[in-house]
Nanobody, 124 residues
Framework: QVQLVESGGGLVQAGGSLRLSCTSS????????MGWFRQAPGKEREFVAA????????NYADSVKGRFTISRDNAKSTVYLQMNNLKPEDTAVYYC?????????????????WGQGTQVTVSS
């Protein structure tokens, strides 16, 4: 059954903004850290941002620090990724994922459930 559903991707010009959402149907949402990863064509999936189970701690890849913000609303079982000052190199399919732990690291092997992905394309 579908457990994580992303939305909010699209085409935007460089310097623009997008907000991605990921809604979970997992009963354990509020006890799991959540992360966002991305995969560009021909490249490996890479860590973007993570947030711990109650939202008090966040973690970002160096390439997005200061531009992206991860947040969560446990009452809505939703995690968000606000992306500002987008660059062409941010173009990728973005995936949200649920960790088997509560801490929110960037280690991909800690994430056990994945969404289907949403395309983000940034034009120059």
């Amino acid at each position: 059954q579908v457990q994580l559903v992303e939305s909010g991707g699209g085409l935007v010009q460089a310097g623009g903004s997008l907000r991605l959402s990921c809604t979970s149907s997992r009963r354990t949402f509020s006890s799991s850290a959540m992360g966002w990863f991305r995969q560009a064509p021909g490249k490996e999936r890479e860590f973007v941002a993570a947030i711990n189970y109650f939202g008090g701690n966040t973690n970002y890849a160096d390439s997005v620090k200061g531009r992206f913000t991860i947040s969560r609303d446990n009452a809505k079982s939703t995690v968000y990724l606000q992306m500002n000052n987008l660059k062409p190199e941010d173009t990728a399919v973005y995936y949200c994922a649920a960790s088997r732990y509560g801490s929110g690291s960037g280690r991909i092997n800690e994430y056990e459930t994945w969404g289907q992905g949403t395309q983000v394309t940034v034009s120059s």
